[in-house]
Nanobody, 120 residues
Framework: QVQLVDSGGGLVQAGGSLRLSCAAS????????MGWYRQAPGKQREWVAA???????NYADSVKGRFTISRDNAKNTVFLQMNSLKPEDTAEYYC??????????????WGQGTQVTVSS
């Protein structure tokens, strides 16, 4: 069984910072790309950032320069450092990961989500 657990969300004032974490556990052989998505009320889920197993990163234009994605491969964990937060960053944030399981199967897994609320 495989599980991704998101954490680190909360309520913060505009201009503040939060750091999200997502830990993968279970019968995982290796992890390729990991990333973060978000979904605001009444909107579609949108991609935020991604990081490859080698550490290459990409960001949505809306967060570039404010958010930083990183990972700890030894701990199967991905992080999202969010600075200069804006009210429009308010959303449920979900991590996802491209997993290779011990069985050899590939699985796109999702975390359960963590709420980020930015007050103006």
């Amino acid at each position: 069984q495989v599980q991704l657990v998101d954490s680190g969300g909360g309520l913060v004032q505009a201009g503040g910072s939060l750091r999200l974490s997502c830990a993968a556990s279970g019968t995982i052989f290796s992890i390729n790309a990991m990333g973060w998505y978000r979904q605001a009320p009444g909107k579609q889920r949108e991609w935020v950032a991604a990081i490859t197993s080698g550490g290459s990163t990409n960001y949505a234009d809306s967060v570039k320069g404010r958010f930083t994605i990183s990972r700890d491969n030894a701990k199967n964990t991905v992080f999202l450092q969010m600075n200069s937060l804006k009210p429009e960053d308010t959303a449920e944030y979900y991590c996802n990961a491209d997993l290779i399981l011990d069985s050899g199967a590939q699985l796109w897994a999702w975390g359960q989500g963590t709420q980020v609320t930015v007050s103006s």
